[in-house]
């Protein structure tokens, strides 16, 4: 299916890339290997101690993506998934989602674990314990690196843009309380290969572009194979769109926190099959419910504080 093609993205991140054979419906994908060991940048509680000491300005930082998540229409509780009937996709593609003898006959393990996906993508604090788990190990990689310089902005208080990058050390990041686009990525990207899967990129959509009239399976149905290996950056999107670039890669690290280690590729490979699943990944992933599952609610909040694209 992928043939070699001599073409390097970048991502912030050394890789390699392998695209596809291009039919007109298809999306123009290319999956992305780093050459470096699969590492996990986890912080300790003795480097995020040191972090906060050191940094004041990252720790408000902090404190302010924690404020704008407050201001979010989440649950701070668990709804019952049977029970939701405010969940349908705007592609009208979810009709399962409210019949609970769709769920029911699902296998324990896998029934549980969308269960499980759905109530954490609506509970506020475990959002909130998320992002401050990523900005520290986000930090504390910044503080190890601090000499290095990376993508900087004239003001580091301003979102990124290509028009004003210019190099800056990560310490400065740190003291004036920003996050460094590049360990941000380095640390998104290394837990996703320490869970052993693949990162691929969305270069384009289908040529001719999409069919409004029809769900996503049926104009894009090679969609599918990109999720069922991983997370992925979706170029398809402009790095300023409010669904933006990177929400699926984040929103995917997240819900691993409700899945089991053990059988979490029985979840992925239902929710991206288009003959059976698609409809939880339209609502959970892609869904207009202005929660966490809706890129386009929590995007433009996260911008504010996360340069993400």
């Not at 979010?72 to 998934?81: A, D, F, H, K, N």
């Not at 409210?98 to 996906?117: G, H, M, R, Y």
């Not at 190890?144 to 990058?165: C, H, I, M, V, Y």
């Not at 090679?222 to 790095?239: H, N, T």
Request: proline content about 6%; hydrophobic content about 40%; overall charge positive.
């Amino acid at each position: 299916m992928y043939k070699p093609l001599v073409k390097s993205i970048a991502i912030g991140l050394s890789a390699l890339v392998l695209a596809p054979a291009v039919s007109p419906a298809a999306p123009v994908c290319s999956g992305v290997f780093e050459l470096a060991p699969k590492l996990k940048y986890k912080a300790t509680a003795e480097e995020v101690a040191a972090l906060h000491a050191a940094y004041p300005k990252y720790v408000q930082l902090i404190e302010k993506t924690l404020a704008n998540i407050d201001q979010l229409s989440l649950s701070p509780s668990i709804v019952p998934i049977i029970k939701v009937t405010d969940m349908k996709s705007v592609r009208g593609a979810t009709a399962d989602w409210n019949n609970p003898a769709v769920i029911d006959a699902l296998p324990e393990s896998l029934k549980k674990q969308i269960i499980d996906v759905h109530n954490l993508m609506l509970n506020k604090q475990a959002l909130k314990d998320y992002i401050v788990d990523l900005m520290n190990d986000i930090g504390v990689l910044m503080m190890k690196e601090k000499n290095r310089e990376t993508l900087g902005r004239d003001n580091l208080e301003q979102p990124l843009s290509a028009k004003n990058t210019t190099k800056t050390k990560k310490e400065d990041f740190l003291q004036a309380g920003a996050v460094d686009r590049n360990s941000m990525l380095k640390v998104l990207v290394s837990r996703v290969r320490s869970r052993g899967d693949q990162i691929t990129v969305i270069l384009s959509g289908p040529k001719g572009g999409f069919d409004s009239n029809k769900t996503k399976t049926q104009k894009y149905a090679q969609f599918w194979e990109v999720p069922r290996k991983g997370p992925f950056f979706d170029l398809y999107f402009g790095a300023g769109s409010s669904h933006g670039q990177e929400k699926h890669l984040l929103q995917m690290d997240f819900v691993e926190k409700a899945l089991d280690p053990v059988n979490r590729r029985e979840f992925w490979d239902y929710v991206t099959s288009t003959n059976q699943g698609s409809w939880a990944w339209d609502t959970m992933f892609d869904g207009t419910n202005s929660t966490f599952m809706h890129p386009e609610h929590i995007g433009p909040m996260l911008n504010k504080t996360l340069p993400l694209f």
